[in-house]
């Protein structure tokens, strides 16, 4: 079946602009996370949802990121006034409930210049 | 907060060599996941272990997690090619929402060589 997918793969954006990045969950999946990895380091959590809403988000930098998921399924993180300090890839992993393992998607490799 | 450390850094084995990968926390785990990722894709997830003494092989590797449950190790026997990439381990930890969080330590990078 289709695992989880994010698009885009790749963004390059200037220091200042608005991004999206997208999500898709496997189906029937109700627990949605958002990662952000460095180079050289492991995931680092950013957001939970449970259905539509975000059940925590205290991994959330600062005020400038922001994600939802309106309708329990795809999940958009947004990112504004972007910083060269966000480059870095956004990973997404969804699981059945909230007691399963998470299935991450490719990630969305961002490069703010 | 909970710290995972993993060793070594990174590995460099011949194909056919056995190897082991260790994953220490700070803090008694809860449930600890074992990753794998290749460059450009996400991560691969491999087994997950909850109590002391447990034990879980699949194919050619065997992760076991200790008694006190604070140390992992993952074991890969006759290593091949195919098992090239970065080796993460990430620890369970429940949200105030629900849900698990994990959090990973830095991962060990393999590599193979023929």
């Known amino acids: 079946g289709a695992g989880v997918s994010q698009t885009p793969s790749n963004k390059v954006t200037e220091k200042g602009k608005y991004v999206e990045l997208r999500c898709d969950p496997i189906?029937?999946?109700?627990?949605l996370y958002w990662y952000r990895q460095s180079l050289g380091q492991g995931p680092e959590f950013l957001i939970y949802f449970q259905g539509t809403g975000a059940a925590d988000d205290s991994g959330l930098p600062n005020d400038r990121f922001f994600a939802v998921r309106p309708e329990g399924s795809v999940s958009t993180l947004k990112i504004q006034r972007t910083e060269r300090g966000d480059s870095a890839v956004y990973l997404c992993?969804?699981?059945?409930?909230?007691?399963?393992?998470?299935?991450f998607g490719p990630g969305t490799r961002l490069t703010v210049t | 907060s909970q710290e995972l450390e993993q060793s070594p850094q990174s590995l460099i084995v011949q194909e056919g060599k056995n190897l082991t990968i260790n994953c220490t926390s700070s803090?008694?785990?809860?449930?600890l996941y074992w990753y794998k990722q290749k460059y450009g894709e996400g991560l691969i997830f491999l087994m997950m272990?909850?109590?002391?003494?447990e034990e879980k092989s699949h194919e050619k590797i065997t992760a076991k997690l200790d008694e006190k449950k604070q140390q992992s190790s993952l074991h890969i026997t006759a290593s091949q090619p195919s098992h090239a990439g970065i080796y993460l381990c990430g620890a369970d930890s429940i949200l105030t929402g629900g849900g698990n969080k994990l959090t990973f330590g830095t991962g060990t990078q393999l590599k193979v060589e023929l």
């Open positions: 272990l909850q109590k002391g003494g």
């Open positions: 189906s029937g999946h109700t627990a």
């Open positions: 992993a969804s699981s059945p409930d909230e007691s399963y393992e998470q299935y």
């Open positions: 803090k008694t785990l809860y449930g």
